[in-house]
């Protein structure tokens, strides 16, 4: 299964999920192709109706924007025309997101509402403000604007087109209203002072119902490319707007960095609790016992002297995993190459390690990448049940990329809570994508891809 995490790098590289298709959903086959099926299916209609809608409602935004307008700066000479300016920003605020909502039920277009007032303090003067300062509200204001002159375009195309191209293909069902309600033999394709041509004959019925068939099947499309242009007005100038996008982006990316170093946190403390100071606090209580034995039982202080001398190993080695679990001095010292070395050399199946980098890539980047392979192998020595396993790094352009595949029983999920999910919500704080193909019975395919950094 191609989980959500990586729809970016899939789209990139072309990677597909076990079902053959991009996107890891089964599409519904139909019995007719797109093409002659396209007329009849309800994206179309509701194209076609938001097209039909667009002219009304072009010329209500129109004429409300033109007048507020004129209103405003007519009243700009007196402390009048700010507020009816701020009002007319606000009004227009309502109305993209009545055009959202047109949007999103007829045309299928989920746009984000864009960024809020930002009012420093209350009142109406700091509304006011706010309102005149906010890029979104412009941005609706040039929307009632553009959208006018585009719906009147689309209308003019899209309905014509439409009526003409189901009158002629049903012709041969209507035509004999000439003859017996307009004293003319069909419809008048030519005509002068001398002699008129009229559609009248078995083959000119025919073929023009076969040019009102090939005006069918082609509207539906050409009211889709219509459409087009109106999904990209209400995007760009509706929605959010990259910079505002990108800011709440960070913020979120932010809070994944500040709550993965809180757990972190949690699990250093947690392990130093639960493992090396717990041995450390039994070793000072053993050699304290030891000390008061010394004198009296010499042989038993020894006994103990050599528990706690063991006790101190463990401790050591408890406390060399932690810090290799941190950021291992290998890395540091050699890099990934060596480090992703010796953390295959512990996994449980044998592991095939490539890595081809001509230079380092940043510290930070580089100890992600590190975790993220030692996390991926982690997973397969527990839960995987494979027989071998293997790890590729390299570089493509600006991007590091890392592989972990195994033969194991597949079926891992990340949209289920594993930790998986916390792996690719780390890699998104720094702006990475997880890709995780693992078909039921295997193999799994884990692919993650990171900025390079020097």
């Known amino acids: 299964m191609a989980t959500q995490y990586g729809s970016r790098y899939g789209q990139k590289y072309g990677l597909r999920s076990g079902d053959g298709s991009h996107d890891g959903t089964r599409k519904r086959r139909h019995l007719l192709p797109a093409g002659l099926r396209a007329p009849f299916e309800a994206r179309s209609l509701r194209e076609f109706g938001y097209v039909l809608l667009s ?31 701020a009002a007319t920003l606000a009004g227009c605020r309502l109305i993209g997101a009545l055009e959202r909502s047109r949007a999103r039920g007829l045309l299928g277009l989920e746009v984000a509402e864009p960024e809020p007032l930002r009012v420093q303090r209350p009142g109406v003067l700091a509304w006011t403000g706010a309102l005149l300062k906010s890029g979104s509200s412009w941005r609706a204001l040039l929307y009632t604007l553009l959208q006018f002159p585009w719906a009147v375009f689309s209308f003019s195309v899209a309905v014509p087109l439409w009526t003409m191209g189901w009158t002629l293909l049903t012709y041969p069902l209507w035509f004999w209203a000439f003859p017996l ?26 073929a023009t119902a076969l040019v009102g068939l090939l005006l069918t099947l082609a509207t539906p499309w050409i009211v889709r490319a219509l459409t087009t242009v109106d999904r990209v007005l209400v995007r760009g100038l509706l929605g959010p707007s990259r910079l505002s996008a990108r800011v709440v982006e960070l913020e979120s990316d932010r809070g994944v960095v500040v709550d993965t170093a809180a757990a972190d946190l949690r699990r ?10 717990a041995r450390l606090v039994n070793l ?53 190459d060596a480090a ?61 990329l890392l592989q972990v595949v195994d ?17 690719a919500e780390r890699l998104d704080a720094v702006d990475g994508v997880l890709v995780v193909d693992s078909p039921a019975g295997g193999p799994t395919r884990v692919t993650a891809e990171l900025p390079w950094r020097r």
Request: hydrophobic share 45%; glycine share 12%.
């Open 268 to 277: 250093i403390e947690r392990d130093l609790h639960d493992g090396a100071q």
């Open 181 to 206: 309600w307009a004293g003319q033999g069909g419809i008048q394709l030519y005509g002068d002072e001398q002699h008129a041509v009229y559609l009248d004959n078995p083959f000119e019925i025919t």
């Open 284 to 336: 000072a209580m053993g050699l304290g016992l030891a000390k008061e034995k010394l004198a009296e039982d010499p042989q038993a202080a020894a006994r103990m002297v050599d528990e706690a001398h063991g006790e101190v190993k463990i401790a050591l080695q408890e406390l060399r995993d932690l810090a290799r679990g941190i950021h291992p001095a290998v890395l540091t010292d050699r890099g990934l």
């Open 55 to 85: 002219l009304p409602v072009g010329v209500a935004l129109f004429v409300y924007t033109v007048t507020m307008l004129s209103l405003g700066a007519g009243l700009l000479v007196t402390f009048l025309g700010v507020p009816v300016l």
């Open 407 to 423: 033969d194991g029983v597949g079926g891992a999920d990340p949209s289920k809570g594993s930790g998986l999910a916390g792996l």
């Open 340 to 400: 992703l070395s010796a953390v295959a050399s512990r996994c449980t199946v044998p592991v095939r390690v490539e890595v081809d980098l001509d230079s380092r890539p940043a510290p930070a980047i580089e100890g992600i990448a590190y975790f993220t392979v030692s996390e991926l192998l982690q997973n397969i020595s527990k839960h995987s049940g494979a027989r071998s396993a293997s790890v590729d790094v390299w570089r493509v352009d600006n991007r590091l």
